[in-house]
């Protein structure tokens, strides 16, 4: 034993007596190992940061698209939506009786690069990460107005947004998007708790606030075509005063009644246009009348045009085809848009465009330009979600529901296990991975060649050494222990200095790779894999240190055979 | 200390040693014997094989022929692991030039060479801190790494390395040719006066009569080699 220690600490001096060259090694193994226990690290932890995405959903449904694709684009938001899921089937599959819940998701939209994802309230119940963790509010809570917003982790830190911060959105991707919704300001409602996830780098918003904000949108448009007849609208104006200060009693009532059709219409086509306006102005009353009773206000306001226009000369447009419909909200939509107008117009006045007609032919209009919009970009359109999260009652069903989900008729849609995506997709990198291990290991091999080099570079002056330590009686197998020492104690400083490097650089690299894909590696760096490599790198360093070890036994036995001897 | 040192330090009997080939033999020694704690000036010429001598005293070497005892001990019979075994605890060897590890502090190379022969440099540690004073090292030189030390000092500490381990046999390899005079003569004063009080064999190789004179007993190479002058 003691002999043992008399051989590490010769080994020991006998590196700190070589210090440039052994430094040198040093350090080409630190770089070679760091670089084969950081491929090994990245490979570990981006399959178990991939795989730990999303648990507890058992299927996502989209649109029918590569398997891959759904994955990257409902779980990572990698990639644009190409076709939607339609309003219906999203209720087709609920209704399914193995169906325990579902969570649409809708995507389009950004804020500041981030994205934006338009879902109900209960995905904040529903996403599973980890090991079935549920996400976590830090403050806050999920939003629950139309016009509230939760901000993921990095959104939060990265841009600054605390509760009760208000921000717009954008359509598209990017600071590149040309369309701004600058009309519509949404205010921060809560702000999620770190998961390592791609959910800390989205903002998430109701699907209403999505189809609003696309309604808004068109509104716009609305705007510039109804700017002729402003003698009527000044008629209408003068009517509106009236209706200001009529404010009915039956207002509340008919609020409430009106928001129940607002959701009904949510299903039907027909009432689309309408309960656009009639959400967006919703949404804009608030912002325009603060401190004023708002739902009185636009909804006696409502009534009021209700009953005027029995004497109204637009009576008969108005009343058209909407006749037998009417229940007094579809007027009141019609007049939302000018409700909004007219406020916007108390500061421009010769925006006073719209009148009750016009505004309804632009409400037809407007579903043209919709469309056209939505072809021309790809935000999924209103009534449509880009992906649905499925839970079911028991996983045992999964199989079931995915081919009733592959099979629907009306509409083509893909099924896919997150689980089974994931690993997929796992293995389309699986290819490069294992270069990477390949080339790191070669990287390290080269790196012990020229730790050998250097060993056999100084045998010359070692010669001298052995023959002392042959003198004094030292075996020829001390000799062969110190040069494969010698070795290993390079090696050791070497993978000592690779941990901490590769400690560093976790640190460093967290900071990128969160902002570029919601992962975050572990600085746990000691697992099973990469103890099989480094258990393979110190035997690959014995192995090697046997061709310096075998030449110096060899001087050590041929003992001062040069001529200098005699 | 001592070995009861009533064994011939030395029996060499027809050896005969050649580097292979078809070259002639260096060597060829029909006999030799030194006595116990004989101490023996062994002159010979550059190219003699005096150094090759030494190592097959020392057993660093094996004869073609022939056999080497010492210490009653047939040291070209053993096998590597026992010869070494046997070099480290009962034979002392001092070099011309190198003798001493360059990156070790001089305590360090006399420890080495301790633990080799007793298997314990701790036992030994105080008995070398004594021998480094007996030849006039500085203790403070001790910690100091060898190869700061000036040659004169590197062959007093290569002594203290030799005798550490209170060998029965000294082998001593022109250690006075790296020396200016000065230092050669106290040099051998020295070697003289740590050895006078154990019963340590000796065999003192140079090339240089002169140093002879010191010596009770002497012997030329090339008297005992049959092979001088056939090269």
């Known amino acids: ?409 009306d509409e083509a849609l893909l099924a896919i296990l997150p689980g089974f995506a994931l690993a997929q997709l796992w293995g389309l990198v699986g290819g490069v991975e294992n270069v990477l291990r390949g080339i790191s290991a070669l990287v390290f091999i080269s790196a012990l060649f020229g730790l050998n080099a250097m060993m056999l570079a100084s045998m010359r002056e070692r010669k001298v050494e052995i023959e002392i330590l042959r003198s004094i009686g030292a075996p020829s197998l001390f000799i062969v222990a110190l040069l494969v020492i010698e070795s290993l104690l390079i090696v050791t400083i070497g993978v000592l200095l690779a941990l901490a490097s590769l400690l560093g650089a976790i640190s460093f690299a967290n900071n990128l790779l969160a902002s570029e894909l919601g992962l975050a590696l572990s600085l746990q760096i000691l697992y099973p894999s990469s103890l099989i490599a480094l258990a393979l790198i110190y035997l690959t360093t014995f192995v090697l240190s046997l061709v310096p070890a075998w030449q110096a036994y060899a001087v050590a036995r041929s003992y001062s055979s040069d001529p200098k001897a005699t | 200390m001592s070995h009861e040192n009533t064994a011939v330090a030395i029996d060499v009997k027809e050896l005969v040693f050649g580097f292979g080939g078809n070259t002639p033999p260096v060597l060829n020694i029909p006999s030799w014997k030194v006595e116990p704690n004989q101490r023996i000036f062994l002159q010979g010429d550059s190219g003699s094989g005096k150094s090759t001598l030494l190592s097959l005293l020392a057993g660093l070497r094996t004869p073609s022929s022939g056999t080497v005892n010492v210490l009653d001990t047939p040291i070209s019979q053993l096998s590597g692991r026992k010869r070494d075994a046997f070099r480290a605890k009962n034979i002392g060897v001092v070099f011309q030039h190198f003798n001493l590890i360059p990156f070790l502090s001089v305590l360090d190379n006399v420890l080495l060479a301790a633990q080799f022969g007793s298997g314990s440099a701790a036992a030994l540690r105080s008995h070398a801190l004594e021998l480094l004073q007996r030849v006039n090292l500085d203790p403070g030189l001790s910690t100091r790494k060898a190869e700061e030390l000036s040659i004169g000092q590197q062959q007093r500490v290569a002594i203290v390395r030799a005798l550490v381990n209170s060998p029965a046999l000294l082998l001593v390899d022109e250690p006075t040719s790296a020396l200016d005079y000065a230092n050669k003569t106290s040099f051998l004063s020295l070697l003289n006066e740590v050895l006078e009080d154990t019963n340590c064999a000796m065999v003192f190789v140079s090339h240089d009569p002169s140093i002879g004179d010191m010596f009770e007993h002497r012997v030329a190479l090339n008297d005992l080699n049959q092979s001088a002058g056939t090269r």
Request: net charge negative; hydrophobic share 30%; glycine share 6%.
């Open chain 1, 1 to 409: 034993m003691s002999t043992f220690r008399a051989l590490c600490s010769v080994a020991y001096q006998s590196l700190l007596y070589r210090f440039g060259g052994v430094a040198l090694a040093t350090s080409a193994v630190a770089i070679s190992v760091f670089v084969l226990l950081s491929v090994e690290h990245v490979r570990h932890e981006a399959r178990s940061s991939f795989a730990s995405t999303v648990s507890n959903v058992d299927l996502i449904v989209g649109a029918r698209t590569g398997e891959i694709n759904l994955l990257l684009l409902s779980i990572f938001r990698i990639g644009n939506p190409t076709a939607n899921v339609s309003w219906e089937s999203v209720e087709a599959l609920s209704e399914q009786q193995q169906v325990e819940w579902v969570v649409p998701i809708s995507l389009g939209d950004s804020h500041r690069n981030f994205r934006v994802v338009g879902t109900t309230a209960e995905f904040f119940d529903r996403y599973k990460y980890g090991q079935s963790k549920p996400l976590a509010f830090d403050t806050g809570r999920p939003f629950d107005a139309t016009l509230d917003v939760v901000v993921g982790s990095r959104v939060a830190s990265e841009l600054g947004y605390s509760l009760g911060d208000e921000l717009t959105l954008s359509h598209g991707m990017a600071d590149t998007s040309f369309t701004h919704h600058d009309q519509v300001t949404f205010s921060v409602s809560g702000v999620l708790a770190t998961t390592g996830t791609p959910v800390d780098n989205a903002l998430f918003v109701s699907l209403e606030a999505i189809e609003a904000i696309h309604a808004d949108e068109t509104s716009h448009e609305e705007k510039n075509d109804g700017q002729n007849s402003a003698h009527e609208n000044e008629r209408k104006e003068h009517d509106e005063h009236a209706a200001h200060e009529q404010q009915s009693v039956h207002a509340d009532e008919h609020h409430d009644g009106h928001e129940g059709d607002e959701h009904k219409n949510a299903h039907s086509d027909d009432h689309h246009d309408g309960h656009d306006s009639g959400e967006h102005q919703n949404a804009h009353t608030d912002d325009h009348h603060e401190g004023h009773d708002n739902d009185e206000h636009q909804n006696a306001h409502t009534d009021d045009h209700h009953d005027e226009h029995d004497n109204d000369e637009h009576h008969k447009a108005h009343t058209d085809d909407h006749h037998d419909e009417h229940e007094g909200h579809e007027q009141h939509n019609a007049h939302a848009d000018q409700h909004r107008d007219e406020h916007e117009g108390d500061e421009q006045e010769s925006q006073h465009a719209d009148d009750h007609h016009d505004g309804h032919e632009d409400h037809e209009q407007e579903s043209a330009h919709d469309h056209d919009h939505h072809d021309g970009h790809d935000h999924p359109p209103v009534g449509t979600v880009t992906a649905i999260l499925v839970g079911l009652d028991s996983a045992a069903y999964t199989l079931q529901i995915q081919r009733w989900v592959n099979e629907f008729k």
